[in-house]
């Protein structure tokens, strides 16, 4: 969305839902989120959703410090302590930095976001599943795939789990070099109508052929999307003994994903100034950059010391 047509639409969404409180929720993929943002406050939107920096920007919402203090500048007083949000940024940011993973940054214009219009949660999905197949550098390609696709689909809204159907399907086509080779059980979907009645009538013909000439679509043209009670959903997703959060997240992610995150065991903890001292201590003992520490703080002493014996790796002496 630009500012000029967030300064049309949101009047016409005003003027139409009576009493219904309006919220804005953007992202920042071109850039224009955060003037959006202001357009929005301008014309009475009272509640904006943001994100805290390393989170924030890149694909993700702006940040609240950002959006805050152009509210301010317009005259206007953010309802949201600051002080209280900059401890939870320095954590995170601490934490990206030092595991290597990137900081939301502001995004050049990119006009072909108006072609695909690949949501930007999506963008960074595709990226990730190509950089696990070594083929990263095929993300552009795959993104004008993306567009070509869409179009052939008859332009359906790019919104979940629509414009999950048409990123799948174009990765598909960079990845096995032939377009519509192989297929997704959405697109089979999608070309017989069970996403919705008109997009058997929009689809690109040809293209709707070829989804649907294969053995693959007879087994789904008499499928009906099941209607499950929550007695059955629990009964088919892990039974009684299942919380309502992992229920929902059965559901949602697959049970696979779900055991691979339980699996994983509790949360990597991080050194801070607030945990012990015997933390630290650990924490020193994993770098492999230095073969000595030496720490003295009043009548604290701490030294550490690399062994070269096999069998003894590291020492750590305290004394007061």
Same mark, same amino acid.
């Given at each position: 969305?630009?500012?000029?047509?967030?300064?049309? #639409?949101?009047?016409?969404?005003?003027? =139409?839902?009576?009493?219904?409180?309006?919220?804005?929720?953007?992202?920042? =993929?071109?850039?224009?989120?955060?003037?959006?943002? #202001?357009?929005?406050?301008?014309?009475?939107?009272?509640?904006?959703?943001?994100?805290?920096?390393?989170?924030? =920007?890149?694909?993700?919402?702006?940040?609240?410090?950002? /959006?805050?203090?152009?509210? +301010?500048?317009?005259?206007?007083?953010?309802?949201?302590?600051? &002080?209280?949000?900059?401890?939870?940024?320095?954590?995170?940011?601490?934490?990206?930095?030092?595991?290597?993973?990137?900081?939301?940054?502001? +995004? &050049?214009?990119?006009?072909?976001?108006?072609?695909?219009?690949?949501?930007?949660? %999506?963008?960074?999905?595709?990226?990730?599943? @190509?950089?696990? %197949?070594?083929?990263?550098?095929? $993300?552009?390609?795959?993104?004008?795939?993306?567009?070509?696709?869409?179009?052939?689909?008859?332009?359906?809204?790019?919104?979940?789990?629509?414009?999950?159907?048409?990123?799948?399907?174009?990765? *598909?086509?960079?990845?096995?070099?032939?377009?519509?080779?192989?297929?997704?059980?959405?697109?089979?979907?999608?070309? $017989?109508?069970?996403?919705?009645?008109?997009?058997?009538? /929009? %689809?690109?013909?040809?293209?709707?052929?070829?989804? #649907?000439?294969?053995?693959?679509?007879?087994?789904?043209?008499?499928?009906?999307?099941?209607?499950?009670?929550?007695?059955?959903? +629990?009964?088919?997703?892990?039974?009684?003994?299942?919380?309502?959060?992992?229920? *929902? @997240?059965?559901?949602?992610?697959?049970?696979?994903?779900?055991?691979?995150?339980?699996?994983?065991?509790?949360?990597?903890?991080? /050194?801070?100034?607030?945990?012990? @001292?015997?933390?630290?201590?650990?924490?020193?003992?994993?770098?492999?950059?230095?073969?000595?520490?030496?720490?003295?703080?009043?009548? %604290?002493?701490?030294? $550490?010391?690399?062994?070269? =014996? +096999?069998?003894?790796?590291?020492?750590?002496?305290?004394?007061?």
């Amino acid at each position: 969305m630009t500012p000029d047509r967030a300064r049309t #639409l949101i009047p016409l969404i005003q003027q =139409n839902i009576g009493a219904i409180p309006l919220e804005f929720h953007a992202h920042c =993929n071109n850039g224009f989120a955060p003037f959006n943002y #202001l357009e929005a406050i301008k014309l009475g939107v009272d509640t904006l959703h943001t994100a805290i920096p390393p989170l924030a =920007n890149g694909s993700a919402q702006p940040s609240i410090f950002n /959006v805050a203090a152009n509210a +301010r500048a317009l005259g206007y007083k953010p309802f949201v302590d600051l &002080e209280a949000i900059k401890p939870v940024e320095k954590h995170f940011t601490y934490i990206a930095k030092r595991e290597g993973h990137p900081i939301g940054a502001q +995004r &050049e214009y990119d006009h072909a976001q108006y072609l695909h219009q690949v949501p930007g949660g %999506m963008i960074s999905n595709l990226r990730h599943q @190509l950089r696990t %197949m070594g083929m990263e550098n095929r $993300l552009q390609e795959t993104l004008e795939e993306a567009g070509r696709v869409r179009a052939e689909f008859g332009y359906p809204i790019m919104v979940t789990p629509l414009a999950q159907f048409v990123g799948s399907q174009a990765a *598909i086509n960079v990845i096995t070099g032939e377009r519509y080779k192989e297929v997704t059980d959405q697109s089979i979907q999608y070309a $017989l109508g069970h996403w919705g009645k008109e997009a058997p009538l /929009v %689809m690109d013909a040809d293209v709707k052929d070829k989804i #649907l000439n294969r053995p693959r679509a007879k087994e789904w043209r008499g499928w009906t999307p099941p209607d499950l009670s929550l007695r059955e959903v +629990r009964q088919k997703f892990g039974g009684p003994g299942v919380s309502d959060e992992e229920l *929902i @997240l059965r559901v949602i992610a697959g049970e696979a994903a779900v055991k691979a995150m339980l699996a994983a065991g509790a949360p990597k903890e991080y /050194v801070s100034a607030a945990q012990p @001292l015997i933390k630290l201590i650990g924490e020193l003992t994993q770098r492999r950059d230095c073969n000595q520490v030496y720490i003295q703080k009043g009548s %604290m002493t701490l030294r $550490l010391e690399r062994i070269t =014996n +096999r069998l003894r790796r590291e020492t750590a002496i305290v004394s007061s």
